[in-house]
T-cell receptor
């Protein structure tokens, strides 16, 4: 069966360090992968999209990698700040917009 | 700029009652979606609409119906609410099918007793 796995345990890191979140998937052939940020009581907010033929994408302090052989995406936040504390969701798209499937998310806590 | 407006923000509902969650957008996006979010299960697609006048079923459509009479509005109706429909419901839009990012509303928290 198809499955998207994100670490359900919260990730606690110290301010200034690099946070790395993982998204693994099985039985998917995604055309693209997206990352979203969600704050408590709010809707998800889009961060980055990476396509199947791209290895890496960057935006300011954010970096996403996509390895279709390992069936894994890594999401990095460099020089992390307490304001980066949130839940981060990955989502896989299989070619049609209505085929976007979300992982359950990983909570990140950046401590002073 | 409002973007996506969902109403109500929160509602407690007796089982068996009919409920419509409203979603209105002012971005003129073609595609619209309804998701529910439950702890440990993530966001699951209920129904979608690629353009005004068309709708389709997502992963968990049972017990829900939608309509898309125009570009801006995409209401979600629970004909006869059951406790398992207790959830947070998110409406989302996309400029067009397969064009990337989704824009989400702030959610409607529904409790069915």
């Amino acid at each position: 069966s198809q499955k998207i796995e994100q670490n359900s345990e919260a990730l606690n890191i110290q301010e200034g360090k690099t946070a790395t979140l993982t998204c693994n998937y099985t039985n998917y052939s995604p055309a693209y992968l997206q990352w979203y940020r969600q704050d408590p009581g709010r809707g998800p907010v889009f961060l980055l999209l990476i396509r199947e033929n791209e290895k890496e994408k960057r935006k300011e302090r954010l970096k996403v990698t996509f390895d279709t052989t390992l069936k894994q995406s890594l999401f990095h936040i460099t020089a992390s700040q307490p304001a980066d504390s949130a839940t981060y969701l990955c989502a896989l798209g299989t070619g049609g917009g209505n085929k976007l499937t979300f992982g359950t998310g990983t909570q990140l806590k950046v401590e002073l | 700029i409002a973007g996506i407006t969902q109403a109500p923000t929160s509602q407690i509902l007796a089982a068996g009652r009919r409920m419509t969650l409203r979603c209105t957008q002012d971005m003129r996006h073609n595609a619209m979606y309804w998701y529910r979010q439950d702890l440990g299960l993530g966001l699951r697609l209920i129904h979608y609409s690629n353009t005004a006048g068309t709708t389709g079923k997502g992963e968990v459509p049972d017990g829900y119906s939608v309509s898309r009479a125009n570009t801006d509005d995409f209401p979600l109706t629970l004909a006869s609410a059951v406790p398992s429909q207790t959830s947070v419901y998110f409406c989302a839009t996309q400029t067009g099918v397969n064009t990337g990012e989704l824009f989400f509303g702030e959610g409607s928290r529904l409790t069915v007793l």
